[in-house]
């Protein structure tokens, strides 16, 4: 709850709030590209996409671990919502959203950040005084529910999936992320690489 509060806590000098800060770092010009790409906001009257992503990046910043903690915070902070660039969604719209629109339009758009991240990172040389490029490869499972998800079969009628990431190390920025069924081995990902 700490972090929510650290979110909507409003900075004096310009009034915006710290995620307002924060997302006023993201470039709207190309977010807008990757909608216009996709058609996104085809027939959208109320939410768009750019609204999603707001939404969807203030979940991740406050670590929710569902539509409905999403839904109760922005309820909870539905004062301040203005002033933090967000709107009021339920969880029902949220789950539709994230249902129809195109995730390459995410796909797209974090292509651009991870661009725009690796340019900040470029001179910066590593503590052990190497000059060249150091990647760390791993993977995360995913649990999901097989039931809903019959493609990914993991074991014991369980479902997952896994998330192989090649990370570069210098900034900690993903280059590289394959998504396969949960008994994939990272090894498999190493000879797609």
């Known amino acids: 709850?700490?972090?929510?509060?650290?979110?909507?806590?409003?900075?004096?000098?310009?009034?915006?709030?710290?995620?307002?800060?924060?997302?006023?770092?993201?470039?709207?010009?190309?977010?807008?590209?990757?909608?216009?790409?996709?058609?996104?906001?085809?027939?959208?009257?109320?939410?768009?996409?750019?609204?999603?992503?707001?939404v969807m990046s203030y979940a991740q910043f406050t670590r929710s671990s569902s539509l409905r903690v999403v839904e109760a915070t922005?309820?909870?902070?539905?004062?301040?919502?203005?002033?933090?660039?967000?709107?009021?969604?339920?969880?029902?719209?949220?789950?539709?959203?994230?249902?129809?629109?195109?995730w390459l339009i995410y796909k797209d758009f974090a292509q651009v950040l991870i661009k725009r991240a690796s340019g900040l990172y470029k001179d910066d040389y590593f503590r052990i005084g190497l000059k060249a490029m150091v990647y760390a490869f791993d993977s995360s499972t995913i649990k999901l529910c097989?039931?809903?998800?019959?493609?990914?079969?993991?074991?014991?009628n369980k479902g997952a999936f896994k998330m192989h990431t090649l990370m570069?190390?210098?900034?900690?920025?993903?280059?590289?992320?394959w998504l396969t069924e949960g008994k994939v081995n990272d090894m498999n990902g190493l000879d797609v690489i």
């Open 74 to 102: 922005l309820t909870a902070f539905s004062s301040k919502l203005y002033h933090s660039g967000l709107k009021l969604m339920h969880k029902s719209t949220l789950a539709e959203m994230n249902e129809n629109k195109s």
């Open 168 to 177: 570069n190390l210098r900034g900690s920025i993903p280059t590289f992320i």
């Open 1 to 54: 709850m700490v972090d929510v509060i650290l979110l909507f806590r409003i900075i004096m000098p310009t009034g915006k709030t710290v995620f307002a800060q924060i997302m006023d770092l993201v470039p709207d010009y190309e977010l807008e590209k990757c909608i216009d790409k996709y058609k996104g906001d085809y027939k959208t009257k109320k939410f768009t996409c750019r609204d999603q992503f707001m």
């Open 146 to 156: 097989l039931s809903l998800c019959p493609w990914a079969k993991f074991h014991h």
